[in-house]
């Protein structure tokens, strides 16, 4: 097959990581017959310095008219005092909006090799950890009103209107039903519906889908208690659907419980068969171009698309296969080296070589 794919490096360590992910990809169609045809697109802070702004519309019309799009990272400090409407980090809200993205899947998954760089006690562990954070991605409070406004007395009142729909709602949760259905059959939907009018219907919603899937396992949960959960016993979660702003919060903390931000993949899903991959890790401008990053989330984002986008499983199953291999040689990115014995410390580039030679 040849599928057309629009790349978008990023700033920080994005071009190093997706460097790493594209040689991947490029292995992955040798072994397996397919040409992936690629198109680089700005968007972020390198996007803001070339263009002015950090979704230029080019880039919005060239992601559309591609099969999918796998982007590193974007933003720095470089960018920090800009007006929110042009900060980096605007940039990739305006892309996941525009190609209506609702639909962020994070798996979180221990990998064997990675124990001893879990942050969470062996007994703890030892259930298993292996879930999906299912976050809805273009609502809430990420993309309702936002509003700064100085009163009489010059002191200032800022607000971010957390909006949802029922409709967004119903949509978002049939992703982690149907999800759950391909897994362990259970889903916890996270809500705040203790105080927030957006949580009580939330609530609402997710028990009018789940009533239609009596085959899968359903419970409301507290957010605040989810988080506090997820590193008590992480092992009673399969697939988790909440809105936007704490799937933002939940997915770094199951991802750190995994062993690293540098492990974690994700997929942005709409209504088609065009995603947005990315790693869910940020920039990292602190190791920026010293060839020290963790290319796998980023790997293991470009395997989901595979999955995802292209209907190609086994091609995503001997991304994954490869990386855990490597994982099992010993060797490590510094971000997930641990002191034990046997273990390797490579560089960004090494880690993409010694994956892609598996596959
Ligand atoms: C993420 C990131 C983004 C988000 C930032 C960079 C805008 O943290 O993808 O989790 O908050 O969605
Ligand atoms: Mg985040």
């Not at 030892?126 to 809430?140: A, S």
């Not at 605040?224 to 092992?235: E, I, K, S, W, Y």
């Not at 931000?261 to 209504?271: D, K, Q, V, W, Y």
């Not at 991959?277 to 963790?294: F, L, V, W």
Request: include cysteine.
């Amino acid at each position: 097959m040849n599928k057309k794919i629009a790349v978008i490096k990023g700033d920080g360590i994005g071009p190093e990581i997706v460097t790493e992910a594209l040689k991947v990809l490029d292995k992955t169609g040798e072994k397996f017959g397919h040409s992936f045809e690629y198109t680089y697109v700005l968007m972020g802070g390198c996007a803001i310095d070339e263009t002015g702004v950090p979704l230029p519309q080019e880039t919005i019309d060239i992601c559309l008219a591609s099969d999918s799009v796998l982007l590193g990272a974007v933003g720095g400090k470089k960018w920090d005092n800009l007006p929110g409407n042009l900060r980096p980090e605007a940039g990739l809200l305006g892309i996941r909006g525009a190609l209506k993205l609702f639909a962020n899947i994070r798996p979180a998954k221990l990998l064997k090799p990675l124990a001893s760089a879990c942050p969470l006690k062996p007994e703890i562990t030892n259930n298993g950890l292996d879930l999906v954070i299912v976050r809805e991605l273009i609502g809430g409070a990420y993309f309702g009103e936002h509003k700064t406004v100085t009163n009489p007395d010059g002191s200032k009142t800022a607000s971010d209107n957390m909006v949802y729909s029922d409709y967004e709602i119903e949509r978002i949760c049939r992703v982690a039903f149907e999800m759950a259905r391909k897994r362990r059959s259970k889903v916890h939907s996270v809500d705040k519906a203790n105080v927030l009018d957006s949580s009580r219907l939330w609530r609402e919603i997710s028990h009018k889908v789940a009533s239609e899937y009596p085959d899968v396992e359903f419970d409301d949960i507290l957010v605040d208690n989810c988080a506090m959960q997820l590193v008590r016993n992480p092992a009673q979660f399969d697939v988790l659907v909440t809105e936007n702003l704490f799937g933002d919060i939940l997915s770094d903390e199951a991802s750190m419980i995994t062993g690293s931000l540098g492990m974690i993949p994700s997929a942005s899903l709409g209504e088609t068969s065009l995603g947005l991959y990315e790693p869910i890790h940020g920039s990292a401008p602190d190791i920026a171009g010293q060839n020290k990053a963790n290319p796998i989330a980023t790997i293991l984002s470009a395997a989901m698309m595979l999955r995802y986008s292209f209907d190609m499983s086994a091609e995503a199953d001997a991304i994954e296969n490869s990386v855990t291999k490597v994982l099992e040689s010993g060797f490590r990115t510094s971000d997930i080296m641990s002191d034990s014995e046997g273990l390797k410390c490579v560089s960004c580039t090494e880690m993409g070589d010694l994956i892609s030679s598996e596959i």
